[in-house]
T-cell receptor
Framework: EAGVVQSPRYKIIEKKQPVAFWCNPISGHNTLYWYLQNLGQGPELLIRYENEEAVDDSQLPKDRFSAERLKGVDSTLKIQPAELGDSAVYLC????????????FGQGTRLTVV | RKEVEQDPGPFNVPEGATVAFNCTYS??????FFWYRQDCRKEPKLLMS???SGNEDGRFTAQLNRASQYISLLIRDSKLSDSATYLC?????????FGTGTSLTVIP
């Protein structure tokens, strides 16, 4: 079974440029998460989708970040314009229904803003 | 206040040692509990779920104390391959909250 797939793996952009990340969750997983992870920290939630609905985007900086999950399957996360402080690893995860199930992570996109 | 608090370490232990990690969580409505392992420059992966009765998987033992809102992980007979960051995770309403992670290095 294919795991969570993310692309690109690495991205280097200049500040003020736009960038987009893509995620394809595990088939059948209704819930999709975007996390941000800084060095030495645990993942921090940016947004959670249940199917195509964003049910928690309270931690998403909406002035520059946007996300979508059309058709309730794959998802994109966009930053426009990027700032130096956005350099981090962006992780996508998915889970199946039920509070006791685990979250499965993709390999992440390592973003460097220069 | 963070949902999950962990001692970031680092823990440097010799091979064969026993090491314990602890974490506390703030929300009594937390429904499920996990330990994840994260290797350097890799994604987090589930190590084990944590059940109220405590559970064991080989050299790893996890405990949950709901009254004290405390979770622990014990690693016995540490191996070099156990070197990683261990993340304490709680699930509240289908939302996963992560601790900062505890770094472990097992030394030959």
């Amino acid at each position: 079974e294919a795991g969570v797939v993310q692309s690109p793996r690495y991205k280097i952009i200049e500040k003020k440029q736009p960038v987009a990340f893509w995620c394809n969750p595990i088939s059948g997983h209704n819930t999709l998460y975007w996390y941000l992870q800084n060095l030495g920290q645990g993942p921090e939630l940016l947004i959670r989708y249940e199917n195509e609905e964003a049910v928690d985007d309270s931690q998403l900086p909406k002035d520059r970040f946007s996300a979508e999950r059309l058709k309730g399957v794959d998802s994109t996360l966009k930053i426009q314009p990027a700032e130096l402080g956005d350099s981090a690893v962006y992780l996508c995860a998915s889970s199946s229904p039920g509070s006791s199930t685990e979250a499965f992570f993709g390999q992440g996109t390592r973003l460097t803003v220069v | 206040r963070k949902e999950v608090e962990q001692d970031p370490g680092p823990f440097n232990v010799p091979e064969g040692a026993t090491v314990a990690f602890n974490c506390t969580y703030s929300n009594s409505a937390s429904q499920s509990f996990f330990w994840y392992r994260q290797d350097c420059r890799k994604e987090p992966k589930l190590l084990m779920s944590v059940y109220s009765s405590g559970n064991e998987d080989g050299r790893f033992t996890a405990q949950l104390n709901r009254a004290s809102q405390y979770i622990s992980l014990l690693i016995r007979d540490s191996k070099l391959s156990d070197s990683a960051t261990y993340l304490c995770v709680v699930n509240i309403g289908n939302q996963f909250y992560f601790g900062t992670g505890t770094s472990l290095t097992v030394i030959p």
